[in-house]
């Protein structure tokens, strides 16, 4: 199956830095990913659709000014958490959909990063 | 808000037992819908989608599908211990861009 990397698996920070995820499809081109938001216990929430080339759609509450989505390429978008709290501790999870799979329809998620903000 | 809602259980069910997880929605649009594992501290993995009214099968899996009904379930036979995880529904939006996620239903199998 499809392959999607996140990096770094782990990360702590301050509160006041930024702190940028990664997230890769390996091998295959992702037209768009997905960025989610999972609190212990809780469901994953959507925060934002990344399209590569264009600007990212947020989801309603979700301040695009503190989540800065960049989908430079097509097997590469990146999440920058900008000055942290520690409210922001959270499982971060993305996901892409690959472009050309077979109905299109599948997702595909990339392991997580567990963002931990002191 | 569109809402897809499960049981957070847990669920506790013997090795070999068959589990059953249910799911309703509320978005009667809906087409698309999914079901994903998730192990503590991992992230999703896809099991299996269905879009038809009815069952689809997979090995030990079975999905089912009643859209009059807004409901979908996931059946699992023989269940064993290595299947105890949390089982989240998902359906995709009206626009068809991105999934909407249930709180999950913890499976237990004990052996």
């Known amino acids: 199956g499809a392959v999607v990397s996140q990096h770094p698996s782990r990360v702590i920070c301050k509160s006041g830095t930024s702190v940028k995820i990664e997230c890769r499809s390996l091998?295959?081109?992702?037209?768009?990913m997905f960025w989610y938001r999972q609190f212990p216990k809780q469901s994953l929430m959507l925060m934002a659709t990344?399209?590569?080339?264009?600007?990212?759609t947020y989801e309603q509450g979700v301040e695009k000014d503190k989540f800065l989505i960049n989908h430079a390429s097509l097997t590469l978008s990146t999440l920058t958490v900008t000055s942290a709290h520690p409210e922001d501790s959270s499982f971060y999870i993305c996901s892409a959909r690959d472009s050309w799979g077979a109905g299109g329809n599948e997702q595909f998620f990339g392991p997580g990063t567990r963002l931990t903000v002191l | 808000q569109k809402e897809v809602e499960q049981n957070s259980g847990p669920l506790s069910v013997p090795e070999g037992a068959i589990a059953s997880l249910n799911c309703t929605y509320s978005?009667?649009?809906?087409?698309?819908f999914f079901w994903y594992r998730q192990y503590s501290g991992k992230s999703p993995e896809l099991i299996m989608f269905i879009y038809s009214n009815g069952d689809k099968e997979d090995g030990r899996f079975t999905a089912q599908l009643n859209k009059a009904s807004q409901y979908v379930s996931l059946l699992i036979r023989d269940s064993q211990p290595s299947d105890s995880a949390t089982y989240l529904c998902?359906?995709?939006?009206?626009?068809?861009?991105?999934?909407?996620f249930g709180k999950g239903t913890t499976l237990s199998v004990s052996s």
């Open positions: 998902a359906v995709k939006n009206q626009a068809g861009t991105a999934l909407i």
């Open positions: 091998d295959f081109q992702a037209t768009t």
């Open positions: 990344s399209n590569e080339g264009s600007k990212a």
């Open positions: 978005d009667r649009g809906s087409q698309s």
